[in-house]
């Protein structure tokens, strides 16, 4: 499988569905494009895979290739979100977040690696 955004379109419909995260625990086993955040969310850890990385079929293998990308979302990760915003990150898709605080609204990727 080659991870890949699925088009404007579909992202914008977030036909992979969606799920809120509320606490504090990290998720670490679906792929999201994007998420909204609740106003002054702060994030503690955010991780993704290139778009377009090849041969990605296990949870295994995403955990392997993710690389910390809060450099390119945030000036510092302690930075409070705001609300009402969606937060993408630009030429990648996010495989692990964790909150400190606040909540987030995500939007999954229409394709989902579920396999350990």
């Known amino acids: ?62 955990r392997a290739l993710k690389e910390d990308i809060s450099a390119i979302l945030l000036t510092t990760l302690i930075d409070p979100l705001f609300g009402g915003v969606i937060y993408c990150v630009d030429g990648y898709i996010i495989t692990s977040i964790k909150l400190t605080s606040g909540s987030l609204h995500c939007y999954k990727q229409p394709t989902q690696i579920t396999a350990a």
């Open 1 to 62: 499988m080659i991870l890949k955004r699925e088009g404007y379109y579909d992202e914008q419909n977030a036909r992979g569905g969606t799920f809120d995260i509320t606490g504090t625990a990290a998720v670490t086993d679906k792929q999201i494009w994007g998420f909204n955040a609740s106003e002054g969310a702060v994030l503690e850890v955010i991780k993704g895979v290139k778009v377009g990385t090849t041969n990605v079929s296990t949870l295994t293998e995403i």
